[in-house]
C-alpha cells in the first residue's frame, strides 16, 4: 500500500523533526512500558538491559499470585471478607497475561508499527508532528513515572493505621514477622511496576488515537471540499484520498495490534473488578478510609476506560465520515472508472467498522460506549439485588419490628 518516496529539498519540510519525533516517540514507548515489564524490542537507540529488566518484572509478578492466594486462603480462615482481594489478585494476573503476552508478540508488533508510521509520515508529510509535541512527548514520560513512585508511598502512608486495606493492597501483610518487611518492599515494586505498565498502555493509546483521529478529520475535510468542487481534476483527487484513507488504516490495524492485549484486559476485567469492589464495600460496613480508598480506585479506573472508549470510538467515527460527503461528488466529472473507485470505498465504508478491535470480538465505537454504560448499570443493579441480607443497607432490626408488629394485629 505504501510508496517510498525521497525526502524533500523544500526549506519549509520539517522531516527532519519528524524524524526526530518518531525516534523519541517510539523509545518513550519501548522505555516506559519496560519498566511496566513489557518488552517491546530493542529499536534503534535502545539497550539489551531492558529485555532482563522486563523479565525480571514479569517474575516478580507472578511471585504475587501465590501471595495473593495464601492471603486470601488467611482471611477465608478467620471468615474475614476476599472479595476486594480477590480482584487485586485479577488485576495481577492481568499484569502477568499483559507481561508475556507482550514479550512473546510486542517486539515485532511494534517494530511493523514503526515501519508503517515512518512510510505514512515520509508520504504524506503529516502536520500532527509539530516542536510543541515533541517538547510534551519527551516531558510526559519523566511526569508519569514520578507520579508512579509518589502514588505507592503517598497510598501507603494515607492508610498505614487502616490494617484492612493495608492487607488488601499488600498482601504481605498475612506473612510471618521477619518475612513482613521484605515482603513490602515486593509489594511497593510491584505495586510502582503495575502502575507504570497500566499507565503507560494509557498514554500509548491516547497518543496513537489522537494522532488517527486528526489524520481521519482531515481527509473528511478534503472529502468536504472535494463535494463542493467542479474542477476537472475531482477523480485524480478522489483516488488520492482514497489511497491515503486506506493507509490510514493501515497504520490504524497495526497500532490496535500493538494494544489489543491492553484493550482485552481493560475492557473484560475493569467492569466485573470494579462490581466485585462495589459487592465487598455493600456487604459490609465500611470505615470512612475504606470508603474513600474504593470510590477512588473504582473511579480511577472507569475515568480510564471511559476516556479510552471515547477517543477510540471518535477514531472509528472520523474514519467513516467521508461518507457524508462521497455523495455528493458531482459524477459527471468522474468517469466509469472512477465511479467504480468510489463505490468500492463506499462499500468499504458500509462494510466492516474501521475500528481499535478487541481480538475480533468487537470493534470499539461510539455505540460501544453505551453498550458498556448498560453492561454496568445492569452489573450495579445485579450487584445490589443479590447483596448478603446483613449488608448495612439492609437492617435486619427495622425488618423484625416490622415483622413482630405485623404479627402482634393478626386474630
Not at 517538547?135 to 508511598?153: A, D, E, S
Not at 465505537?365 to 448478603?388: A, M, N, R
Amino acid at each position: 500500500m505504501f510508496i517510498r518516496i525521497e525526502s524533500s529539498d523544500d526549506p519549509q519540510d520539517n522531516t527532519e523533526q519528524k524524524s526526530s519525533f518518531t525516534t523519541v516517540l517510539f523509545q518513550y514507548v519501548r522505555t516506559l512500558l519496560c519498566f511496566g515489564g513489557i518488552y517491546c524490542g530493542e529499536g534503534n537507540a535502545t539497550r539489551r538491559w531492558k529485555k532482563k529488566v522486563a523479565l525480571l518484572i514479569f517474575f516478580l509478578y507472578i511471585v504475587h499470585i501465590p501471595l495473593y492466594a495464601m492471603a486470601i486462603y488467611d482471611s477465608s480462615r478467620v471468615s474475614r471478607h476476599t472479595l476486594r482481594l480477590v480482584g487485586f489478585q485479577v488485576i495481577c494476573a492481568a499484569n502477568v497475561y499483559l507481561s508475556f503476552v507482550s514479550l512473546v508478540k510486542m517486539p515485532k508488533d511494534l517494530a511493523e508499527l514503526e515501519q508503517v508510521f515512518n512510510m505514512y509520515k515520509e508520504k504524506y508529510k503529516s502536520t500532527f508532528v509539530s516542536f510543541n509535541r515533541l517538547r510534551l512527548l519527551k516531558i510526559m514520560t519523566p511526569f508519569m513515572l514520578l507520579n508512579c513512585v509518589v502514588f505507592g508511598p503517598f497510598q501507603m502512608f494515607l492508610y498505614r493505621h487502616n490494617e484492612d486495606i493495608l492487607c488488601d493492597v499488600y498482601p504481605s501483610c498475612h506473612l510471618p514477622d521477619y518475612w513482613k518487611y521484605f515482603g513490602f518492599a515486593l509489594n511497593a515494586v510491584f505495586s510502582l511496576m503495575s502502575h507504570i505498565q497500566w499507565q503507560g498502555h494509557f498514554l500509548v493509546c491516547v497518543i496513537f488515537a489522537i494522532f488517527l483521529m486528526k489524520e481521519f478529520q482531515k481527509i473528511a475535510e478534503k472529502f468536504k471540499e472535494l463535494s463542493m468542487s467542479s474542477a476537472s481534476n475531482v477523480e485524480r483527487e478522489c483516488e488520492v484520498l482514497v489511497e491515503h484513507h486506506e493507509c490510514l488504516v493501515d497504520v490504524l490495524n497495526t497500532t490496535n495490534d500493538c494494544i489489543r492485549h491492553y484493550s482485552f484486559s481493560i475492557l473484560f476485567l475493569c467492569i466485573p473488578v470494579n462490581c466485585s469492589l462495589l459487592y465487598a464495600a455493600i456487604s459490609k460496613t465500611l470505615s470512612e478510609p475504606e470508603l474513600i480508598f474504593l470510590s477512588f480506585t473504582i473511579t480511577t479506573s472507569l475515568s480510564i476506560l471511559f476516556i479510552k472508549v471515547v477517543l477510540e470510538g471518535l477514531v472509528s467515527s472520523k474514519a467513516h465520515d467521508p461518507l457524508r460527503y462521497i455523495w455528493k461528488v458531482r459524477r459527471r466529472l468522474v468517469s466509469e472508472a472512477g465511479r467504480e473507485t468510489l463505490d468500492l470505498f463506499v462499500t468499504r465504508l458500509t462494510g466492516d467498522t474501521i475500528g481499535f478491535n478487541v481480538y475480533g470480538l468487537l470493534t470499539i465505537s461510539l455505540p460501544t460506549l453505551l453498550g458498556i454504560i448498560g453492561t454496568l448499570t445492569t452489573y450495579v443493579i445485579v450487584v445490589v439485588q443479590f447483596k448478603p441480607t446483613d449488608a448495612p443497607l439492609c437492617n435486619q432490626s427495622v425488618v423484625g419490628n416490622v415483622t413482630v408488629g405485623g404479627a402482634s394485629i393478626l386474630p
